[in-house]
Nanobody, 124 residues
Framework: QVQLVESGGGLVQAGGSLRLSCAAS????????MGWFRQAPGKEREFVAT????????WYVDSVKGRFTISRDNAKNTVYLQMSSLKPEDTAVYYC?????????????????WGQGTQVTVSS
């Protein structure tokens, strides 16, 4: 059983930056693909970014490419999402997730464990 705890959310002005962290415990972090997802009010949860087990490969949804960076520190059992040039449309609850059966995956249904989420609000 893997427990995930996100932190780092908050209120920021458009154009600003935030770094989200997700600390994992209770499982084999380094053997799991990790992902970040977000859900805005009234919308479905959407994929944002994923990173492979070793950290050597990353994928992003088109809307955040060039602005967001996902990374991981397997020694600290932590995955990060560095968000820059934030826009009001980035406002959402951000969730991290672990996929224990995949080296990497962008599909929501392939993730086995989820954090409780952290709110990111970008004001215009």
């Amino acid at each position: 059983q893997v427990q995930l705890v996100e932190s780092g959310g908050g209120l920021v002005q458009a154009g600003g930056s935030l770094r989200l962290s997700c600390a994992a415990s209770g499982g084999t972090f380094s053997s799991s693909a990790m992902g970040w997802f977000r859900q805005a009010p009234g919308k479905e949860r959407e994929f944002v970014a994923t990173i492979s087990r070793s950290g050597g490969s990353t994928w992003y949804v088109d809307s955040v490419k060039g602005r967001f960076t996902i990374s991981r520190d397997n020694a600290k059992n932590t995955v990060y999402l560095q968000m820059s040039s934030l826009k009001p449309e980035d406002t959402a609850v951000y969730y991290c997730a672990a996929a224990v059966r995949y080296s990497y995956t962008t599909r929501t249904g392939n993730y086995d464990y989820w954090g409780q989420g952290t709110q990111v609000t970008v004001s215009s």
